[in-house]
C-alpha cells in the first residue's frame, strides 16, 4: 500500500469515526475530549521528538520558512492544543 492510499484510509476512517460521535452523549464527548487532551500532554516528548523529524525534512525539501513555523511544535504548542480541546 503506497502513502497516498494509506492517507485515503486514515481519512476515511476518521470521517467514519467522526458520525458515530454524533450520537453520543454530551458527557461521552466531554470525557474523550479530556483524554486526548491528557493523551496530548503526556505523550509530549515523543510529539516533539517525531515533530523534529518532519522539521528535518521540511527543511530539506527547502519549504518556506512560514510553512516550517507552522509545523514545529513545542510544549507551548501542545498544550495550546491540550487546552484547546478542553474549549470545545
Excluded: Q, V
Excluded at 470525557?31 to 515533530?51: G, M, V
Excluded at 523534529?52 to 513545542?74: G, Q, T, V
Aim: hydrophobic content about 45%.
Amino acid at each position: 500500500m503506497n502513502l497516498k492510499e494509506k492517507l485515503l484510509n486514515i481519512a476515511k476512517e476518521a470521517k467514519e469515526a467522526a458520525g458515530s460521535l454524533f450520537s453520543l452523549a454530551t458527557d461521552t464527548k466531554n470525557e474523550i475530549l479530556k483524554d486526548a487532551s491528557l493523551s496530548l500532554l503526556s505523550r509530549k516528548a515523543f510529539i516533539i521528538k517525531a515533530n523534529e523529524k518532519d522539521i528535518r525534512l521540511a527543511r530539506a525539501a527547502k519549504k518556506p520558512k512560514a510553512f516550517i513555523d507552522r509545523l514545529c511544535l513545542n510544549e507551548k504548542r501542545i498544550k495550546e492544543m491540550s487546552d484547546s480541546l478542553l474549549e470545545i
